[in-house]
């Protein structure tokens, strides 16, 4: 169960792109946001690291709308739409495409996703990365 709005993220989740908040030593007051680069390393091991929970705003920033039940969002395509159900509560996602003439929904995704840079993996996995 999701507490807390963000998490300590385990080394096996740190990847090229993976967007994570390292804390100002400097300030002592603020987080800093980075993204692990191509040609890169988590250039911060010593300090505090934190990953935000994937949230609606996450699911929004990616092409989504949010719907009328709570936990549901769609994103609309040039052929159909994808659905997207998110359950912050267990960090479960399921992800269907539904055709335009269709009522029929094919399920590409269920699982877990903790965050921003899990669901853009998925996504690109599934060939849905591109916002049409």
């Keep these: ?7 300590t993220p385990i080394i096996e989740e740190f990847h090229v792109g993976f967007e994570y908040e390292v804390w100002d030593v400097k300030s002592d007051e603020n987080w800093i946001k980075q993204i692990l680069p191509e040609k890169g390393y988590v250039k911060h ?4 690291i934190r990953v935000k929970h994937l949230d ?15 936990c549901l969002y769609k994103r609309q395509l ?3 739409c994808l659905l997207l159900l998110h359950i912050p509560k267990y960090n479960h996602v399921t992800i269907a495409y539904q055709g335009e003439k269709s009522f029929d929904k094919h399920i590409k ?3 877990t996703i ?13 060939s849905y990365d591109h916002k049409e």
């Design 56 to 70: 609606r705003e996450d699911i929004e920033g990616e092409g989504y709308v949010h719907g009328r039940a709570e």
């Design 114 to 126: 903790k965050n921003k840079s899990e669901l853009r993996n998925i996504l690109k996995m599934i």
């Design 109 to 111: 995704f269920t699982g």
């Design 78 to 80: 040039s052929k159909g």
């Design 45 to 48: 091991p010593h300090e505090e």
């Design 1 to 7: 169960m999701i507490k807390e709005k963000y998490y």
